[in-house]
């Protein structure tokens, strides 16, 4: 219980606060979906910058970890994309846009601060290296996948620069490439920048739990709830699942068994909706899921650090 007052607790209720001010305080749905523009297309890009740039790459990018998130990932993608098309028979362009709620965890927004308050903020080296390649892997399965579906008779090459274009327009991955263009040739920022740096990184989080907060109030629970039942329990149980059996058939370390565990048991990210909006498809599964999938994690989360080391 003591967990989920002091490490839970505090990060849900920035989120209730975003959607009091909504439903309550009667904050406009621009506001919200400002801060999270903001958060998403600049905070953060930037503290993946600096978290990147920090890292010592050879004690953080572990591949063991990284192939246990990331098995993990692979199995949240098949699992929603087959199990959408096979047992709910959605179209294949739905089929894929929820393939991406059930891969896509909410690592920089809950699993940053869920671990650095049960672990201290010395343990999120970790979650920075699995962050690196998160957003950039799921947006490349599933852009692909969908550019593939969608091509109308488009050549291979034009359908893989549909992807590239994509991808070089996202700014978590701009973010994360200069981060790792800055680590790899030692260049250092001057003192302002980095204190300017610093800054911007550290309204990142509170913005974006706040931003969601508020975005979660602006949709209705609607869609198939059974749908919605089956991407939840993907995100929130397969995939951390997977990743705890791996993690300890691989012997990993402590501190790579809780950051993989963790980034891989939080709730699908606002990004499921965006992307699903993005091509117009599940829009309502996606966004009923990112929202029931952030309340029913609060237990969730909590089991999963009564179980980890």
């Given at each position: ?27 406009k ?26 890292l ?19 199995a ?15 179209p ?25 308050r ?72 001057p003192g ?19 931003a ?33 059996g ?24 606002i ?17 009923t ?19 980890l080391?």
């Open positions: 219980m003591q967990t989920l007052i002091v490490v839970i607790l505090p990060v849900f209720l920035v989120i209730g606060f975003g959607y009091g001010s909504n439903r309550l305080l009667g904050a749905d621009t506001l919200f979906e400002g801060l999270m523009s903001y958060a998403q297309g600049f905070a953060f890009p930037v503290l993946l910058f600096r978290g990147v740039s920090g010592h790459l050879g004690d953080t990018f572990a591949p063991p970890m990284l192939a246990a998130f990331y098995i993990g990932v692979t949240g993608f098949l699992a929603g994309l087959i199990g959408a098309r096979v047992l709910f028979k959605r294949w362009p739905d089929s894929i846009a929820i393939s991406f709620a059930t891969a896509f965890s909410n690592g920089g927004v809950l699993g940053l601060p869920i671990t650095a049960a672990y201290g903020d010395d343990a999120i080296g970790y979650n920075f290296a699995i962050i690196a390649f998160h957003a950039p892997f799921v947006y490349i399965i599933t852009t692909t996948a969908m550019e593939i579906v969608r091509a109308e008779g488009r050549s291979t090459g034009a359908t893989v620069f549909s992807v590239l274009r994509s991808m070089s327009h996202n700014p978590m991955i701009i973010g994360i490439a200069l981060g790792a263009l800055a680590n790899l040739s030692g260049l250092t920022l302002p920048v980095s204190s300017a740096v610093d800054m911007v990184a550290a309204s990142a989080i509170p913005t974006a739990l706040f969601l907060g508020g975005v979660l109030a602006a949709y209705k629970p609607e869609g198939d709830l059974r749908l919605v039942a089956f991407i939840v329990a993907v995100s929130l149980v397969m995939h951390p699942a997977i990743v705890f791996l993690g300890t058939l691989f012997d990993l370390g402590t501190g790579q068994l809780r950051s993989a565990v963790l980034m891989a048991a939080m709730a699908p990210g990004n499921a909706y965006v992307f699903a909006n993005m091509y117009g498809v599940a829009k309502r599964v996606s966004a899921a990112v929202l029931a999938g952030t309340l029913i994690s609060i237990l969730t989360i909590w089991i999963w650090l009564a179980v080391p």
